[in-house]
């Protein structure tokens, strides 16, 4: 009786252990569910693009990159310093440069009382701005600048600008293009943009691509 005891607990260790071997084997084969990986694609496009975006938030300026263009290539040197670019490409480009005006106005106002500290007007820095970029970038003698009329300002968020119509000379750095539009613009304590805008024809299409440049860069309201 010992001896048939002993067998029919043998033969359960031998038919538990089996079955927990099945369950195991069963179980490795079923295949985990991967997880699905983000994509690590930027919210707003390039670098270059995101490093505009950045310094564009700094001056409370906006930026939606236009449909139909394309990045360009800008010059970035100790002789001009522009931000980002876009172009229609072989019809028209725009570079720009934008910067924070609020704590130059800070430093203006802490220290306009004091005769020996007085600094510019930061609300007037676009004048110098505008003027330097055109004497650097023209093949003209003379320039001469042009008020921007109020209701383009509106249309920037702006309180004044001006603008530079000028011949170019002919420079790979420019990509050849023969005229460019300076637009010089200013929010009251707040910043300034610098658009230039490249063309090889003074034509009603370009004044037009230039007239909408303000429905994708504009201060805040």
């Known amino acids: 009786m010992e001896m048939l005891r002993i067998f029919r607990q043998f033969k359960q260790i031998l038919l538990t252990t089996a079955f927990l071997l099945v369950a195991v084997t069963a179980m490795s084969q079923v295949k985990k569910r991967p997880v699905p990986r983000k994509a690590a694609v930027s919210k707003t496009g390039s670098s270059q693009l995101n490093d505009f975006l950045f310094l ?6 906006t930026f939606t990159f236009p449909t139909g263009f394309k990045e360009a290539k800008v010059l970035n040197n100790e002789d001009f310093s522009f931000d980002y670019g876009i172009e229609l490409p072989n019809e028209f480009a725009v570079w720009f440069q934008v910067r924070s005006q609020k704590k130059d106005w800070q430093n203006y106002m802490a220290l306009k009382n004091d005769p020996t500290k007085q600094t510019a007007d930061p609300d ?12 650097s970038l023209s093949d003209d003698k003379t320039l001469i600048p042009r008020d921007i009329d109020q209701d ?14 000028i011949n170019l000379p002919d420079l790979a750095e420019t990509n050849h293009y023969k005229y460019a539009l300076v637009l010089a613009i200013e929010k009251d304590h707040t910043g300034t943009i610098i658009a230039i805008c490249f063309t090889d024809e ?7 691509n230039v007239s909408q440049i303000s429905q994708f860069i504009k201060f805040k309201p």
């Open 124 to 135: 007037t820095a676009y004048i110098a701005k505008g003027s330097a970029l055109a004497k």
């Open 202 to 208: 003074k034509n009603p299409e370009f004044f037009k």
């Open 56 to 61: 564009a938030g700094d001056a409370d300026v």
């Open 152 to 165: 383009v300002l509106t249309r920037y968020n702006a309180n004044a600008g001006r603008a530079y119509l």
